[in-house]
């Protein structure tokens, strides 16, 4: 290569530089914009895994998956949006993008999503399948920390402290000793003890969070397990009722007092800190039991999925099973696959949690959360 290519070639590597580090420098935020950072599992996973060397029990990047919003595939567990989708549209804000979609990595100051189907709080839940949520958390810090190199101190600072940090976590970590055989459940530890570990390994994911300037969390609490198709099959292939009353649920209420109080405490040590939890038990129950009062018509049968209630986990036809059936009227459904809700039910959820009153959302609701200072 001659000596003026080669000039040539880093004059024009140069000049991409500064149009690359010009443009980076005008998107700052509009007025008023405020961050959104999402931690969790397949229910506000975008396409995380669609990036990490895992099974297809944890991925959704195959048709039917994304049918209904996008026409493809994205790696959500829906015909098409989830809920975080939802909660950013309603922030004002563009879809928040996966942290591992390698085209992204300059948009940060409208947030990121960090959630991974599968994960839990606990690192040995899905261990090596999953992000777990302390991984989460660890990604997180290296966006601060970018934040701060391109934004200055005080400006990340700012940014940070006035975003808003949602999390799905949890379901995982007491769903999967379930799923693995529900006939002979073995829980790794005793379920007081188990409860104490996830809310645990969640107060340190979100002291680590508060520490880079974080101070605005909401949160879904852990769902009836016993409710998703899923499990309702493997535990009782004729069952008509929609909620089984075991273990699962039982475990899944544990958690789900234990949580707030753990949140209440935080408050009181952590000074500026402020939460929302959106009862997605207590939600998804409701809608299950009354689809009609809230425009749906099926809250029991899976739309894709083959199988009592459709509750083979067989959407797409890549886990194993080969033969599923997917429903005409998928907005209709409260399940698309037989674990996770369908658009127009994540839909449902996201305006609990952003309006929602305090029947339903404790302490803010998101709304509040993104307009308080
Ligand atoms: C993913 O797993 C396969 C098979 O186990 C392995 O060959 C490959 O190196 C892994 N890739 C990454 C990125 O870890
Ligand atoms: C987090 O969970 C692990 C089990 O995965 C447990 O050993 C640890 O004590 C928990 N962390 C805290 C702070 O309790
Ligand atoms: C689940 O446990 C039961 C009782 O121990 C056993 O009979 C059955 O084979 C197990 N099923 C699977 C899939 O491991
Ligand atoms: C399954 O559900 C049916 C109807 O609700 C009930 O009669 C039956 O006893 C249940 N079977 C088991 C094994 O729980």
């Known amino acids: 290569m001659s000596v003026l290519a080669v000039y040539l070639l880093s004059y024009s590597v140069l000049i991409s530089y500064l149009s690359l580090s010009h443009s980076t420098d005008n998107i700052n935020p509009p007025e008023n914009h405020k961050a959104l950072f999402i931690f969790g599992d397949s229910l506000f996973d975008v396409g995380n895994n669609d990036y990490i060397n895992t099974t297809t029990l944890l991925q959704a990047n195959f048709p039917p998956y994304g049918e ?131 809310i645990a390994n969640i107060s340190t994911a979100i002291k680590e969070i508060y520490d880079q300037g974080g101070r605005k969390f909401g949160f879904v609490n852990v769902g009836p397990l016993n409710c998703f198709p899923l499990l309702r099959m493997a535990i009782n292939k004729t069952t008509t009722s929609a909620c089984l009353e075991e273990e699962a649920s039982a475990i899944a209420r544990l958690h789900n007092n234990a949580f707030p109080k753990m949140l209440e405490k935080l408050e009181k040590q952590l000074m500026g800190f402020t939460y929302s939890i959106m009862d997605f038990y207590g939600a998804l129950i409701e809608l299950m039991n009354y689809p009609s009062k809230y425009g749906f018509e099926e809250g029991n049968v899976a739309c894709c999925g083959g199988g009592p209630y459709r509750g083979d986990y067989s959407c797409g036809g890549k886990r194993g099973i080969k033969e599923y059936e997917v429903c005409k009227n998928v907005d209709k459904y409260v399940f698309f696959d037989s674990l996770h809700p369908t658009q127009s039910a994540a839909q449902h959820f996201a305006k609990l949690m952003w309006s929602g009153n305090r029947d339903i959302t404790e302490n803010y609701n998101l709304e509040r959360l993104f307009n308080y200072s």
């Open 68 to 198: 209904t919003f996008f026409n493809y595939p994205t790696g959500r567990f829906s015909d098409g949006l989830v809920i975080p989708d939802f909660i950013a549209e309603y922030a004002k804000l563009p879809l928040i993008q996966p942290y591992l979609n390698p085209g992204y990595c300059d948009h940060y100051i409208y947030g990121v999503n960090f959630a991974s189907a599968g994960a839990g709080a606990l690192v040995e839940t899905n261990e090596g399948l999953a992000i777990n949520l302390k991984a989460q958390v660890n990604y997180f810090k290296q966006i601060s920390k970018q934040l701060r190199q391109k934004l200055g101190e005080v400006e990340a600072r700012e940014l940070l402290s006035k975003a808003v940090y949602i999390f799905s976590i949890g379901g995982n970590d007491y769903g999967t000793p379930f799923l693995a055989n529900s006939s002979a459940v073995v829980l790794p530890y005793p379920p007081q003890q188990f409860v104490h570990f996830v």
